[in-house]
């Protein structure tokens, strides 16, 4: 039976008693609504740069490979980007719920742009996509730890679990619906088809509110008045600037792409430098603090690394399902977007698999040190690019490849996933000094901007004739496996820095 009491808000997310697999009720309308909004993004991710790269004929923009790359991970490095004051928002302004709500209004009318068959309408769409992103995925996965009562809750952990299939479950079905529509009826249907997702989300939410946790409302540290009038004029001030600066670009007929994915990149690789800087210059840390942020700093360079090959799947290696990829199998023909749902897939699959290891490796302590798991993820992550290196060496001369190699390549980066990225939330909360606890899971999303920044400027800098090619592949799975040989080799100094946590 749930909790009567308000400050744990299960009262009004069990009417009646009613549960959701024995969980609060509200479960099931978070559930929903991310599964909604998971099946809107993927879906369009799945389509994403196979739009920009198709031909004005087939109905696409014509860009070129590396440029549509390179827009596509400066697009998904501002959709963690913006999860930093996503939650800022929700702190000060609105409450969860409300940034919530508006977040997922910005990205269904973000979606429905992209439906507009004008190029200009395309970009908009992107770009509240993004910033519809960064208010909903900040705030939702906070809005079912209000369901629980506390941290020690039993079902906390069962209710998480469930909460991420419903992630996974979106993003499966998303390329199986949406790509097909997209690919084999018309972009902008399919783009179309990924808003109405979003709007069913939406609707799920809104409708489900009353079964949610009170704190959800809660503006759990509200902006005064001054604070307002001064972080209005800073903005006011900073905006009028770069449309002045754009507006110049453009009146004199040199606006190109490169305008808006270059100063992104730099953006995106800065500001997590300049937020360590600033915790490592705070002297209200002590010696211990000092040293884990020091531990930290490792871990985040190495997420970054992953992270600039994992979020390619979407980009270079959707582009090789297209064009060097049989798209047939034990004769079922499919559109190349279907391999995007082969990542959830595995996720699914071996996500308990995973979780049942790491208990009983604890168990016999054996289990890895994180420092150890981290150093796997990279080298697996560094193999599943030297397979896509192998992979296309057997596609040179216009071979179209089988589909198994692909299917290799995913299912090598899931393992190297599921070693490193539960892991990275865990020690991100384990080494946060006291006081920017809240503030340190914004900064491992950073880890993801970092990483897809660096490999917009590869992307840009390397130009087509390189970008999705063996060399491409290779130098990045060495970078990545290197990466992971050295953290292997110190790991006993960043074990050190890290202090009483293991």
Request: charged share 10%.
């Given at each position: ?5 308000l400050d744990t808000g299960v009262t009004s997310a069990t009417p009646g008693g009613k549960t959701f ?139 998480f679990t469930i909460f991420y299939m419903g992630i996974n479950l979106g993003a499966f079905v998303a ?286 800098v390397l130009g087509d004739k390189i970008v999705g090619g063996t060399a491409y592949f290779a130098v ?27």
């Amino acid at each position: 039976m749930a909790s009567t009491t308000l400050d744990t808000g299960v009262t009004s997310a069990t009417p009646g008693g009613k549960t959701f697999l024995g969980h609060p009720r509200g479960l099931a309308t978070l559930f929903m609504s991310e599964m909604w909004e998971r099946f809107s993004y993927y879906g369009m991710r799945a389509l994403l740069v196979l739009y920009m790269t198709a031909s004005v004929a087939e109905g696409g923009l014509a860009m070129k490979t590396a440029v549509a790359a390179a827009v596509y991970s400066v697009y998904t490095a501002m959709v963690y980007l913006l999860a930093l004051p996503g939650g800022w928002i929700a702190d000060r302004f609105l409450g969860a719920r409300k940034t919530v709500a508006l977040g997922g209004t910005i990205i269904m009318i973000g979606h429905f742009l992209l439906a507009v068959p004008v190029s200009a309408s395309f970009f908009v769409g992107l770009v509240f996509i993004a910033v519809g992103s960064g208010l909903l995925k900040a705030n939702i996965s906070t809005m079912v730890g209000h369901l629980y009562d506390g941290p020690n809750d039993p079902r906390r952990d069962g209710g998480f679990t469930i909460f991420y299939m419903g992630i996974n479950l979106g993003a499966f079905v998303a390329p199986l619906v949406v790509g097909t529509v997209g690919q084999e009826v018309n972009w902008h249907l399919g783009f179309a088809l990924a808003g109405i997702g979003m709007a069913l989300g939406l609707l799920q939410f809104l409708l489900g509110t009353r079964h949610l946790s009170p704190k959800s409302n809660v503006v759990t540290s509200p902006i005064s008045a001054d604070e307002k009038r001064k972080i209005f004029t800073k903005a006011g001030i900073w905006l009028a600037v770069a449309a002045v600066f754009y507006g110049v670009v453009g009146a004199t007929g040199h606006f190109t792409i490169n305008w808006a994915i270059w100063p992104l990149s730099i953006a995106g690789l800065a500001i997590p430098f300049l937020v360590f800087a600033k915790v490592k210059r705070d002297k209200d840390l002590d010696a211990n603090e000092q040293s884990k942020m020091s531990g930290y700093i490792w871990f985040f360079v190495a997420a970054a690394v992953f992270w600039m090959i994992y979020d390619q799947s979407g980009s270079t290696l959707n582009v090789f399902a297209d064009e060097h990829t049989a798209s047939n199998l034990f004769g079922i023909h499919f559109p190349s977007s279907w391999f995007q749902s082969l990542n959830p897939l595995y996720i699914m699959a071996l996500a308990p698999v995973f979780a049942w290891i790491w208990v009983a490796l604890a168990r016999r302590s054996k289990n890895p040190s994180t420092t150890m798991k981290f150093a796997f993820g990279l080298l697996m992550i560094g193999a599943s690019f030297i397979v896509m290196m192998l992979a296309m060496a057997a596609a040179s001369g216009g071979t179209k490849v089988t589909p198994l190699w692909l299917a290799l390549v995913y299912l090598v980066q899931t393992v190297g996933e599921l070693t490193l990225s539960p892991v990275g939330l865990s020690v991100t909360t384990k080494l946060a000094p006291t006081k920017y606890a809240s503030q340190m899971m914004g900064v491992w999303f950073l880890a993801v901007t970092a990483g897809d920044c660096v490999a917009a400027i590869f992307q840009l800098v390397l130009g087509d004739k390189i970008v999705g090619g063996t060399a491409y592949f290779a130098v990045q799975g060495v970078m990545a496996i290197v990466a992971g040989v050295a953290l292997a080799m110190y790991r006993k100094k960043v074990v050190k820095l890290m202090g009483d946590v293991h």
